[in-house]
């Protein structure tokens, strides 16, 4: 049998395979339109309406937890420690003893200046009695007129000695009342620096003990400086939010205390000062926190869920969901975030406009959906053959007794 003769005999044998396989199977043309059904079939997808509400206007930043007040008590005169009055920790009074130390030798010291100060005081009189009797005597003419003076300025100097005898016993007083050590401020008891029984001088380096007012706190945070006029054009007093650093939970809320007078110009930041009023100790020093500034409202603003916006090489869009259960690509301008997850549209949509909110990765423009509330399952297909009908390629079922 020749080449040629071999080659018409595969071709006869292919087709007639084909013809076969093809008559089992439904044939070609049949199961194209079924792909095509299924294609046109409705993307299922959730689709919301955007709604109008009054949102907040905030500046986030990240701000540190200042004290109001911190004070570093140190002795001021020296001595031996003679007692610490206060728990590390605790909470302290204003004007409350919290150390003191050995006063006998400022107690000394005082009385030296008292004993002084009577010393002196005798002598006054006793030069003040030789004016008195001066006085009566030069109208007799018995005594000197120079004599007079001089007892006179005699007088004055002791009366001036008298008077330093006595800002010398109010100075020793003062070194007295040093050595009673009190807190100048009420507030947070720190770690204590020095223990009974040792020596301290006064205006030393080392503190005995940190004090931090704690109630109300401050909280210090920067923004950037293109934000200066719309803070300061706000007004002042504004509503300061502090949050956890996970920003999922609000930790206190105060009020804007403070705008810095200058801009930082290493940064091109600008500082701003928060008091909360701190009641539960929520709050402390040195704490990082995120701050939420609220600068303005915005009254009657468009909304929809965050995720409902997309990202394209444009810019922002959403699918819109049209009367014919189709979708459209809608250029949007998003704007502020707002509470429950969603997020202000400055422009590109109008309150009740649907969007899709999840489900875009199977959209494209023009694309038949089947819009669902958020949460509701969309219907679970027709298992095949459920009608009864036989589709293309299935062999019919038996019948009883056939």
């Known amino acids: 049998m020749s080449r040629g003769k071999i080659i018409v005999i595969l071709i006869v044998v292919g087709l007639a395979g084909l013809i076969v396989y093809r008559s089992f199977s439904g044939g ?20 919301v309406a955007a709604t109008t509400e009054n949102v907040a206007l ?3 930043a990240l701000g540190t937890i200042q004290a109001l007040n911190t004070v ?29 130390i050995d006063a006998r030798t ?34 007799k003419n018995f005594v000197a007129a120079q004599d007079l003076e001089n007892q006179r300025h005699t007088v004055r100097q002791l009366e001036a000695l008298v008077a330093a005898d006595e800002a010398a016993a109010a100075a020793a007083r003062v070194q007295m009342g040093y050595t009673v050590i009190r807190a100048p401020i009420a ?8 223990d009974v029984g040792n020596l301290v001088q006064g205006g030393q380096s080392e503190a005995i003990v940190v004090l931090t007012q704690v109630r109300p706190i401050n909280g210090v945070f920067t923004l950037p400086e293109q934000q200066l006029e719309r803070v300061r054009a706000a007004g002042p007093e504004l509503k300061v939010t502090a949050r956890d650093r996970s920003d999922d939970r609000i930790v206190a809320v105060g009020t804007l205390s403070v705008i810095d007078n200058q801009i930082d110009a290493t940064t091109g930041t600008f500082k701003l000062k928060a008091e909360f009023p701190n009641t539960g100790n929520t709050l402390w020093p040195g704490q990082f926190i995120n701050i939420r500034l609220e600068v ?17 090489p444009d810019g922002s869009y959403v699918y819109l969901v049209t009367s014919e259960s189709t979708v459209a690509l809608q250029p949007v301008k998003p704007g502020t975030e707002a509470p429950g997850g969603k997020t202000v549209v400055l422009d590109g949509l109008k309150a009740g ?7 875009q990765f199977r959209l494209k423009p023009g694309a038949k959906v089947l819009a669902l509330a958020p949460g509701e399952t969309p219907p679970a297909p027709a298992a095949p053959g459920a009608s009864g009908e036989t589709k293309p390629g299935e062999t019919p079922p038996r019948r009883r007794g056939g």
């Not at 507030?187 to 020095?194: D, H, S, T």
Request: no cysteine; hydrophobic share 35%; glycine share 12%.
């Open 28 to 47: 070609g043309g049949t199961g194209q339109r079924r792909g095509g059904s299924d294609a046109d079939a409705p993307i299922p997808v959730t689709a």
């Open 58 to 60: 905030n500046l986030d």
């Open 72 to 100: 570093s008590v140190r002795p001021q005169v020296g001595g031996q420690i003679e007692a610490i009055l206060f728990k590390e920790g605790e909470e302290i009074a204003k004007d409350e003893v919290i150390a003191r």
């Open 106 to 139: 400022y107690q000394t010291q005082l009385d030296q200046t008292l004993a002084k100060k009577k010393q002196d005081e005798a002598q006054l009189g006793g030069a003040r009695s030789t004016l008195k009797r001066y006085e009566e005597l030069i109208q």
């Open 187 to 194: 507030g947070l008891a720190g770690i204590r620096q020095v």
């Open 296 to 312: 303005g409202t915005l009254t009657n603003a468009v909304t929809v869920p965050t995720q409902a916006l997309q990202r394209g």
């Open 353 to 359: 406009d649907k969007v899709v909110s999840e489900g």
